[in-house]
């Protein structure tokens, strides 16, 4: 019986590193269709967010199934409650490279804006800190775990930033103020992106040490 739980856990840990993997795709894709403001691009990310919701729902559905046939205790019961709470984080990040999508299916078709600031700091942390939080899962790597929880704050700063900086946009150009509030929203959107990080981050740490950091001070 205890065999057959290990081999059930180990073939969950492949569906949440796939869904992972798939995830970080749609990031990268939705990244590339803001910089190269690919409206066609960005539709298809938009399509394709079914694929995501189903695999969810499938990892879901395997995490129940395990509590219900074996019900596993310690250390088990804590790997599958991890797997619960990170899958649901990375659907979330699905949902918000499809924001990104939509943000830049819109700003495609509007005349293009020059602007004083750069996104491409924050969307290379947002995306290095969904990268590391999942090879920290994978490796068991607590030390990387813990530089996704710092990066996170470099990631808000930049948001205020670039905030500040939409608004002072949006006075000098009141007349692009919506292609200005879309940019406005992608930054919003690369913050949540690097938040679920932050948080698969902190469940990594619980699954090593024990310790919960989500109300970590520092």
């Known amino acids: 019986m205890k065999r057959h739980l290990q081999k059930e856990l180990e073939s969950l ?4 590193l796939s869904l992972g993997a798939m995830v970080e795709e749609r990031v990268r894709m939705a990244l590339r269709a803001f910089e190269t403001k690919d409206g066609e691009l960005a539709r298809r990310i938009i399509e394709s967010d079914e694929e995501i919701n189903e695999a969810e729902v499938e990892v879901e559905e395997e995490c129940l199934k395990i509590i219900a046939l074996h019900q596993p205790v310690a250390v088990d019961l804590r790997f599958i409650n991890i797997v619960i709470k990170i899958n649901n984080d990375l659907e979330r990040v699905g949902d918000e ?8 299916e819109n700003i495609s078709k509007r005349l293009p804006l020059s602007v004083p600031f750069d996104f491409a700091p924050m969307a290379e942390k947002a995306e290095a800190m969904l990268k590391d939080s999942l090879d920290a899962l994978v490796n068991q790597d607590v030390d990387l775990a813990y530089k996704v929880c710092l990066d996170d704050d470099d990631v808000d700063r930049m948001n205020h930033t670039i905030y500040d900086k939409v608004k002072d946009a949006i006075k000098k150009q009141p007349d692009r103020v919506a292609y200005l509030l879309n940019l406005l929203l992608i930054a919003r959107h690369l913050e949540r992106i ?15 040490k024990g310790e919960i950091s989500r109300h970590r001070k520092e």
Not at 13 to 16: A, Y
Not at 194 to 208: F, G
């Open 13 to 16: 840990k492949k569906r949440i």
């Open 194 to 208: 690097a938040d679920h990080a932050t948080n698969i981050a902190e469940e990594v740490i619980y699954m090593i």
């Open 97 to 104: 490279a499809v924001n990104i999508a939509q943000r830049v």
